[in-house]
């Protein structure tokens, strides 16, 4: 396909691929221009398989070429266009690829910055021994690589003049840049919508080291990863220095041990206590393992809302929601039965008689912005597997809250699939969900520690968990994980001691679920 260049305003957009470029002062159009002589939709520019035409499409005002109107024109060189007429008209220049090729070898031709930015070799100062003032960059968006020299300023949107160029509908037209820094490169957001990274609205980032944002939506947005190229040299230097700090650690802590061990018997039951812990070494810890705030916003964007509206036993509407947690980035999602399929087999046995019917799909929502609140339904769900003794459903997102079936290009963020097996009385829990407590919507964390475990004779030992964390009706089918951020269990229910005002919270452990989700995976 002959590529074209076309130029406006200052920008340039190349275009190597065979689609119409819409030109007119419409806010959607891929070569959008100003002056109240062009129409909303003015002109196209439309591949034929030979070359490219620029086409009238019935403009107000009409397009010029060489003070000539057209209303349909091959081009075979380089044309200025003119969009109306008059002092508030419009102009842009588009060169057909053949005389691009021309225009390269002619002595002391230069392309723009756009285009400078878009070599991947760097120019005369790219290479490692060149001078360079920073390391070169590489952009995977889309399923592609992107890489550029430093210095030099990137766009990233949906704009055709950006120097990436998304298709989703989630980027803005221009949605962000990346400027090139003495030492390394900045992002900074120009959206309305936001940048999200590990969930959290950024407006600026130092890009020091690969680093992950979502454009338009934290969880739904597409995934930009950016990503410094350092030359060999620099590189080896860099993985160096990270040897000698593992191995600084690696000594303070054997230095530490050392000192707690000439101490005598107080370092003797310290030491003890962290032989006690899970994944405790022979007392070569130093500190306890905590969750960190980015495990926990990691694992806060995999949680869904889930709601879903049917009718009674009785016929009459009915609406219920829960939680549930992405255990697969195709949108394959872990709950409780009694959240996605009231009907499931074995499900009457743990609650009782059945209420509700199962409604015909169920609807996902994703958390919007940093106060962790979900935004509308956005996805639709169907029920995969699900086991009523067991409380546990897995359901998989098909099509969008409107019906539109997907396109396979889901790439959602997930929590991982901890072992219940290595958890012990005394260990800390964190409960995500959607408590639906009045006045909140959003995701609630609760924390506390593991009290017992409870041996079900159907389900096996082990296969319920004891917490004195809270759990709210609207938790159900969330996700409770450990310090690692990996789920644990499913907050299923709460349970009141006859006599007593202590009342605790109960998880089915995620090793008795397993073979379910095995079942769901397929």
Same mark, same amino acid.
């Given at each position: 396909?002959?590529?074209?260049?076309?130029?406006?305003?200052?920008?340039?957009? @190349?275009? =190597? =691929? $065979?689609r119409v470029l819409r030109i007119g002062r419409a806010a959607g159009s891929d070569v959008q221009l100003s002056g109240t002589g062009v129409s909303r939709a003015h002109a196209e520019l439309r591949p034929d398989g030979a070359g490219w035409v620029l086409v009238d499409v019935g403009s107000a005002h009409g397009t010029f070429v060489d003070g000539d109107r057209v209303s349909e024109l091959r081009l075979t060189r380089s044309v200025t266009v003119r969009c109306g007429f008059g002092g508030d008209d %419009?102009?842009?220049?588009?060169?057909?690829? *053949? $005389?691009?090729?021309?225009? =390269?070898?002619?002595?002391g031709f230069e392309h723009t910055v756009v285009l400078a930015a878009q070599r991947p070799d760097g120019g005369p100062d790219g290479g490692p021994d060149g001078g360079r003032s920073g390391p070169d960059l590489m952009v995977v968006a889309e399923g592609r690589e992107h890489r550029f020299a430093h210095p030099a300023e990137v766009s990233i949107g949906r704009r055709p003049d950006c120097t990436v160029v998304l298709t989703d509908r989630a980027a803005s037209r221009l949605h962000g840049r990346l400027a090139a820094v003495p030492g390394g490169w900045t992002y900074t957001n120009d959206s309305r919508e936001g940048t999200y990274r *590990?969930?959290?609205r950024v407006e600026r980032v130092d890009v020091r080291d690969r680093v992950a944002l979502r454009l338009g939506h934290p969880v739904a947005g597409p995934e930009v990863v950016v990503v410094p190229l350092l030359s060999a040299q620099e590189e080896e230097r860099r993985i160096n220095r990270?040897?000698?700090?593992?191995?600084?650690? +690696?000594? !303070? %802590? !054997?230095? +530490?041990?050392?000192?707690?061990?000439?101490?005598?018997?107080?370092?003797? +039951?310290?030491? &003890?206590? @962290?032989?006690?812990?899970?994944?405790?070494?022979?007392?070569? !810890?130093?500190?306890?393992? +905590?969750?960190? &705030?980015? @495990?926990l916003a990691r694992a806060k964007v995999a949680t869904v809302l889930i709601t879903a509206d049917s009718v009674d036993v009785d016929g009459d509407p009915v609406t219920w929601s829960g939680s549930g947690s992405i255990i697969g980035s195709d949108g394959l999602i872990l709950t409780n039965a009694h959240v996605a399929d009231p009907e499931a087999e074995g499900l009457e046995q743990q609650y009782g008689p059945i209420q509700d019917t199962n409604p015909d799909y169920l609807k996902v929502a994703l958390i919007e912005d940093a106060d962790d609140s979900p935004a509308a339904p956005a996805y639709r769900a169907r029920v995969v597997v699900s086991d009523g003794l067991l409380d546990a459903s897995v359901i998989r997102i098909y099509a969008t809250i409107d019906g539109r079936e997907l396109d396979g290009r889901l790439h959602l963020p997930t929590i991982?699939?901890? *072992?219940?097996?290595e958890l012990r009385t005394g260990d800390d829990v964190t409960v995500l969900g959607f408590p639906g407590i009045s006045g909140s919507s959003g995701v609630s964390v609760t924390r506390g520690v593991i009290s017992t475990f409870l041996d079900d004779p159907v389900l096996g030992k082990r296969s319920e968990i004891d917490t004195d964390a809270r759990i709210a009706p609207g /938790?159900?089918?969330?996700?409770?994980?450990? /310090?690692?951020? !990996?789920?644990m269990g499913i907050p299923s229910a709460t349970f009141a001691q006859e006599g007593s005002n202590v009342v605790s919270g109960r998880v089915r452990s995620i090793n008795a679920v397993k073979p379910l989700i095995a079942r769901a995976r397929g």
């Open positions: 396909m002959q590529r074209l260049r076309v130029e406006v305003e200052g920008r340039t957009l @190349e275009v =190597d =691929d $065979e %419009a102009t842009f220049t588009v060169t057909p690829v *053949d $005389e691009l090729d021309e225009l =390269d070898e002619r002595p *590990d969930g959290r990270g040897r000698w700090a593992r191995r600084l650690r +690696v000594g !303070a %802590a !054997a230095l +530490v041990v050392a000192m707690l061990v000439a101490g005598g018997g107080g370092a003797a +039951v310290l030491l &003890a206590d @962290e032989e006690d812990r899970p994944g405790g070494g022979g007392g070569t !810890a130093v500190a306890a393992e +905590v969750l960190t &705030a980015d @495990e991982p699939v901890g *072992d219940s097996d /938790n159900s089918g969330g996700a409770a994980i450990d /310090n690692d951020a !990996a789920i």
